[in-house]
């Protein structure tokens, strides 16, 4: 006779298999199998998100108001006096869902990822092995489904502003397109803000510089909304707004990328490679602006507009960026050192993130100042824009270099951190935009002299774009901008060394 099976002791009994091995598909619910696929931090956050009273009373707030106004409409149309004013409606529907998008949904985006830090919850997370990039998108991924939410439940209302008359459905198309990318970008740059300090004080200066740049983008996100929907059929037929909305677009998902990848930098250990995310994603946003300045450049004709606008405005992007980038610390963790090589300029370390920059810097300014020599439609004044198009990467060149200089020279032990990097560039550029104007209204010059202020980054760049129709000729020559830019290799070359020795220093010790 067989022994008598314990059945406290026998192991579990094993998943049905097809004849390969493999596990039958039926065995295991359809919705366990996408559960285990998706970032299970969004099943958390989206959990215990709509179980908060600030959702519900939103969400409920929200319903409120659109029933309001859809309640006026309908009055209005059954007295016959609403007649082409779907226009209006929509915008006041587009309101109750702006406040919750633009403002509520940022905002609690933030206050999440805070409130894990402030209660050192943080480690928690980090200990579960998703790591800063996949918890950061979880966070984000939770908050844009309740963002999906709020849409869900106002979108018969924005439909409703149709049948109202005085509004076509593609601008109602448009504007929703654009507020959800605004919506995105709000919502990843709320994430990164979270991320920026780390005591007491400097997470309430953030708290309340945050609430007013969403106060500032609810009502840009407004006036926005407001313009094209005004606009209508306008708006799509004219085709410099839509290169603008275009340009727009991109720079707000680009930056949403960047501003993404920095906060995972920023939550990632030393021994990891946390620099590779941002400075790739400043790459491709150069090479995307690269490419999308020629391509309008082309279909507009070759304007000569179009490399000047993406020159100038998109140089001062970039060298915003670089303010960040560069100001990283000397060295890397000995995990790193063995794969760094000269050109790893995506590798941890301010000697790589400031060779990126002036890598950058140089390719921007040198394209659209090729591509301004190329222009069709060159007026008198193009060889003073020509000049402001090199002289601007030069300053940026040029003030990053001693930003970083300072902050390795002046009490290095203080002033080498990031932060301090930062400070110093926000410094010297302040300094030197407003002292040479006050010297020379001191010394009977006029305040924007062009020797006085040669190295002056706001009034040198208008000088140098300024055409003397009196002299027939630029107010600057090109001695003095040979002036700037040798000024600004030098800066470089000095600063590189600099960051060489100070490397192997610190490798050493």
């Known amino acids: 006779m067989s022994a008598p099976v314990d059945t406290a002791m026998s192991p579990p009994a094993q998943e049905p298999t097809a004849s390969g091995g493999a596990r039958v598909a039926g065995a295991e619910p359809w919705s366990q199998r996408w559960g285990d696929r998706l970032n299970p931090l969004v099943v958390k956050e989206l959990r215990q998100g709509l179980r908060t009273r600030v959702f519900w009373v939103c969400f409920g707030l929200m319903l409120l108001a659109c029933l309001a106004v859809a309640l006026v409409a309908y009055v209005e149309t059954r007295e016959g006096a609403s007649s082409r004013r779907g226009q209006g409606y929509f915008f006041a529907f587009f309101i109750c869902l702006g406040v919750a998008h633009f403002f509520v949904i940022p905002y609690s985006a933030y206050r999440s990822l805070a409130r894990e830090r402030e209660d050192e919850t943080w480690v928690l997370l980090v200990l579960t092995g998703l790591g800063p990039r996949r918890i950061l998108r979880g966070k984000v991924a939770s908050f844009l489904v309740q963002a999906a939410l709020y849409a869900s439940a106002a979108g018969p209302f924005l439909l409703f502003s149709y049948f109202l008359n005085g509004i076509a459905l593609p601008t109602i ?124 450049w082309w279909l507009t004709g070759r304007a000569h507009n179009v490399p000047e606008m993406f020159a100038l405005l998109g140089g001062v992007h970039l060298i915003g960026v670089g303010m960040f980038v560069v100001a990283d610390v000397d060295g890397q963790a000995r995990p790193l050192r063995a794969a760094t090589r000269p050109w790893s300029v995506l590798r941890p370390g301010a000697l790589r993130g400031f060779r990126w920059m002036v890598f950058l810097l140089g390719a921007w300014g040198a394209l659209f100042w090729g591509l301004q020599v190329g222009s069709s439609d060159l007026p008198l004044k193009g060889t003073s824009l020509r000049m402001a198009t090199l002289a601007l990467p030069a300053y940026g060149v040029l003030f990053l270099s001693l930003a970083v200089w300072l902050g390795r020279k002046v009490r290095p032990d203080r002033l080498a951190t990031p932060a301090a990097v930062r400070l110093m560039f926000v410094a010297s550029v302040a300094l030197a935009s407003a002292l040479p104007p006050l010297v020379a209204v001191l010394m009977g010059f006029d305040g924007d002299d062009p020797v006085l202020n040669l190295f002056n980054p706001v009034v040198g760049i208008a000088n140098f774009a300024t055409y003397d129709y009196g002299a027939s000729g630029p107010k600057m020559s090109w001695d003095l901008l040979g002036a700037v830019v040798g000024l600004a290799l030098v800066a470089a070359f000095g600063t590189d060394r600099m960051l060489v020795e100070r490397e192997r220093r610190a490798h050493a010790s």
């Open 173 to 296: 198309l448009a504007v929703l397109a654009l507020g959800g990318a605004w919506l995105v970008f709000l919502t990843v740059a709320s994430v990164c803000a979270a991320t920026l300090a780390d005591g007491r004080m400097g997470r309430a200066f953030v708290h309340f510089g945050l609430l007013g740049a969403l106060g500032m983008a609810l009502l840009q996100g407004m006036g926005a909304a407001y313009a094209i929907s005004e606009m209508g059929d306008r708006f799509l037929r004219d085709s410099d707004l839509l290169y603008l909305v275009v340009l727009a677009l991109l720079l707000m998902l680009m930056d949403g990328w960047l501003l993404f990848e920095a906060a995972a930098s920023r939550l990632s250990l030393p021994t990891e490679d946390y620099t590779r995310g941002p400075r790739r994603a400043v790459g491709v946003q150069v090479l995307v602006g690269m490419l999308a300045g020629i391509a309008i």
